[in-house]
């Protein structure tokens, strides 16, 4: 019976760890998360919509096309390309 006590401790002290970690890693993250939101500027790209030809090769363009149009047996289409 002893034993049997030591081990259900074991198991509620575990479990109640396991709780306040994970806790912790949620109210952690969120913070950093807002703290970011709030603090770090976004970037605001000017170009949404089409391929963007003055920031990328037209070699380069032709080549991702082509791939495109190769690998989805012409049903596929580019319709934007961004730098990330």
Known sequence: M???NEALSLLV???IMVFIILSLVVVIGNLVIRLTNRYVPVIQKTDHG???AKSTHPKKLAVIAAVVDLI???EGRVDS???K
């Open 72 to 74: 989805t047996q012409g």
């Open 13 to 15: 002290v575990g479990m």
């Open 2 to 4: 002893e034993n049997l």
């Open 81 to 83: 390309i961004l730098k």
């Open 50 to 52: 089409g391929v963007n």
